[in-house]
């Protein structure tokens, strides 16, 4: 029902990257888009008129491939309350809205986070399965604080690539590296280029003191970005006056989805590696 009243919602959403191409509208209308998507499900409940009339928000850019933990989408309607069940039914199988908080008109998901975090899993696999972490470690520190980031972002007109990154940390689990990395906010595929870098550095191709002279901008750097699908948003941090509601049972569908199919996968390399047998039988 109509409330008549003006509301604003923000929730927090889940998405799989890899069927998008990234989160914003684009110039052609049959590319899906997470932002795109967002808004067809909302017109689909009737909660939005259009994403420009109401106002229809993101917190984080994330790009084709990139996948979000905790992206935050806000939109102002008026309806007295936002359904998640509504909402998730009328989107992909791989995104989910997980959270949400009713928020003051003038919220901006974006200018009003105070703290984003991103997370880049990194197999433990072939030319990466044995990589240095205590000297990546010691160099990721090298990122902290305030810094012109211009070798390590996608330029982009207009808007500065200076940057102040509060948190960077690398840890090893069995089956993956996890680089962690948080700030206000990062220049267009900053993230990804650092972990290119420290990748490099790990595997003995690059000197640490590189990274001082690229940050220093002593000579311009050409670093491709690592593989946009091990990239997570993984949480974006707002002042106390905007409360989640978190609900549980979400998480756990998430979490159930994500397990399920890295089973699938599993089971299918599995049967790849047999297949791949062939090479004793027929190649001498």
């Known amino acids: 029902m109509e409330s008549g009243v003006p509301r604003r919602f923000a929730f927090r959403l889940f998405y799989l990257g890899r069927n998008f191409h990234g989160i914003q509208f684009q110039p052609s209308p049959q590319v899906p888009t997470i932002i795109k998507t967002v808004a067809e499900a909302l017109q689909k409940c009737g909660y939005i008129a259009s994403a420009k009339e109401n106002n229809l928000q993101f917190a984080g850019r994330t790009d084709k491939g990139v996948n979000s933990l905790a992206n935050t989408i806000a939109f102002t309607t008026e309806q007295e309350t936002f359904q998640e069940s509504l909402f998730n039914d009328a989107m992909p199988a791989t995104t989910c809205a997980w959270a949400t908080a009713e928020v003051s008109l003038d919220f901006n998901p974006r200018s009003w986070a105070i703290r984003r975090e991103y997370r880049y899993f990194l197999p433990r696999f072939g030319r990466d399965a044995d990589l240095d972490v205590d000297l990546m470690q010691s160099s990721a520190t090298l990122f902290l604080g305030e810094h ?76 491709h970005p690592a593989d946009p ?56």
């Open 148 to 223: 012109d980031f211009k070798n390590f972002a996608k330029p982009e007109p207009g808007k500065s690539t200076w940057s102040s990154v509060d948190e960077s940390e690398i840890t090893m689990a069995e089956g993956f590296y996890t680089f962690r990395f948080a700030a206000r906010s990062f220049v267009w595929n900053q993230v990804r280029r650092m972990v290119t870098v420290l990748r490099d550095v790990g595997a003995g191709d690059l000197n640490p003191d590189k990274i001082r002279e690229w940050l220093d901008l002593e000579e311009p750097a050409a670093i």
């Open 229 to 284: 699908e091990n990239l997570v948003l993984w949480d974006v941090n707002y002042p106390d006056s905007v409360q989640f509601v978190v609900k549980e049972g979400y998480l756990k569908r998430i979490w159930y989805n994500l397990d399920k199919e890295k089973s699938d996968l599993e089971k299918k390399s599995r049967s790849l590696a047999g297949l791949l047998t062939f090479k004793e039988y027929w190649l001498h």
